[in-house]
């Protein structure tokens, strides 16, 4: 009987450990199919749950990019998130101006949070090819091991990323990302980041001030779901959930050598 009960508990301490696992979710890159001169209006969809838009529109040496998640699927995960676009410029310089909450839009799960989206977002020139299409440029709200701090719109026209600012730790992908039409945290089921961080409903706008640019010089648009180029990797076990494993797994053996041994 004490044996039973013994391997009774060290199950439920395997079980324990594996529930403790952080939960991992599907990133999707879609590529975007893309229409008109000026504007220029690209969209993506999976033909399911995920469809999003990006719009570029030049007046000028101004670049304005709005960015909008166009799914009337209620978002569950943070896999649904809309954190990123992704973009060639064959010639022509761009310098990041301003990122926003486009008129008409929200901030969901929040009251009286911060809308300055400078903070938040980043935008990158130099990507090096390290797109997930191989592109060169990119507006995220997510890191990928792409952006960080340094890259926010805040930091690139001469604000402080340092401790205690609004960008320090941005972008990182949980909070300020973009989900649905229609987004509920009630309807979000299992609790998670996407149904407990600010998010926007569900447009923001970006400006650039360009030079020696056309909107005919843009090319491989990519929009990107989720907060990792790639699928995730399985998670890395938290130290408690390693030691919750490790001792179901001592006790099952412990139990079945005295089984054994007896």
Same mark, same amino acid.
Do not use: H
């Given at each position: *009987?004490?044996?039973?009960?013994?391997?009774?508990?060290?199950?439920?301490?395997?079980?324990?450990?594996?529930? *403790?696992? #952080?939960?991992?979710?599907?990133?999707?890159?879609?590529?975007?199919?893309?229409?008109?001169?000026? @504007?220029?209006?690209?969209?993506?969809?999976?033909?399911? =749950?995920?469809?999003?838009?990006?719009?570029?529109?030049?007046?000028?040496?101004?670049?304005?990019?709005?960015?909008?998640?166009?799914?009337?699927?209620?978002?569950?995960?943070?896999?649904? %998130?809309?954190?990123?676009?992704?973009?060639?410029?064959?010639?022509?310089?761009?310098?990041?101006?301003? /990122?926003?909450?486009?008129?008409?839009?929200?901030?969901?799960?929040?009251?009286? &949070?911060?809308?300055? %989206?400078?903070?938040?977002?980043?935008?990158?020139?130099?990507?090096?090819?390290?797109?997930?299409?191989? $592109?060169?440029?990119?507006?995220?709200?997510?890191?990928?091991? %792409?952006?960080?701090? =340094?890259?926010?719109?805040?930091?690139?026209?001469?604000?402080?990323?340092?401790?205690?600012?609004? &960008? $320090?730790?941005?972008?990182?992908?949980?909070?300020?990302?973009?989900?649905?039409?229609?987004?509920?945290? /009630?309807?979000?089921?299992?609790?998670?980041?996407?149904?407990?961080?600010?998010?926007?409903?569900?447009?923001?706008?970006?400006?650039?001030?360009?030079?020696?640019?056309?909107?005919?010089?843009?090319?491989?648009?990519?929009?990107?779901?989720?907060?990792?180029?790639?699928?995730?990797? @399985? @998670?890395? @076990?938290? #130290?408690?959930?390693?030691?919750?494993?490790?001792?179901?797994?001592?006790?099952?053996?412990?139990?079945?050598?005295?089984?054994?041994?007896?």
């Amino acid at each position: *009987m004490k044996i039973k009960t013994f391997v009774a508990v060290a199950v439920l301490a395997v079980a324990a450990a594996l529930l *403790m696992s #952080p939960p991992t979710y599907a990133q999707t890159s879609i590529n975007a199919t893309c229409s008109g001169t000026s @504007p220029v209006t690209c969209t993506a969809t999976n033909g399911s =749950n995920l469809s999003g838009q990006v719009v570029f529109s030049l007046s000028g040496s101004t670049l304005t990019v709005k960015f909008t998640n166009t799914s009337t699927t209620q978002l569950t995960n943070p896999g649904q %998130l809309l954190t990123a676009v992704f973009f060639n410029v064959s010639s022509g310089s761009l310098a990041a101006g301003s /990122a926003a909450l486009t008129g008409g839009s929200t901030l969901a799960n929040c009251s009286g &949070c911060d809308t300055n %989206l400078n903070d938040k977002w980043a935008f990158s020139g130099a990507l090096a090819g390290q797109g997930p299409n191989g $592109q060169n440029f990119g507006v995220a709200s997510a890191g990928f091991g %792409l952006f960080g701090p =340094n890259n926010t719109f805040t930091a690139l026209n001469g604000g402080s990323c340092g401790n205690g600012t609004g &960008c $320090q730790g941005e972008p990182d992908g949980g909070g300020y990302s973009l989900v649905n039409v229609g987004y509920t945290s /009630a309807g979000c089921g299992s609790p998670n980041e996407a149904c407990t961080a600010p998010e926007i409903v569900n447009s923001a706008t970006f400006t650039f001030t360009v030079s020696g640019f056309s909107l005919s010089n843009i090319s491989n648009v990519t929009l990107q779901w989720g907060t990792s180029v790639t699928s995730s990797a @399985p @998670p890395v @076990p938290e #130290p408690g959930t390693l030691v919750l494993f490790g001792s179901g797994l001592i006790g099952i053996a412990g139990a079945i050598r005295r089984r054994f041994l007896s």
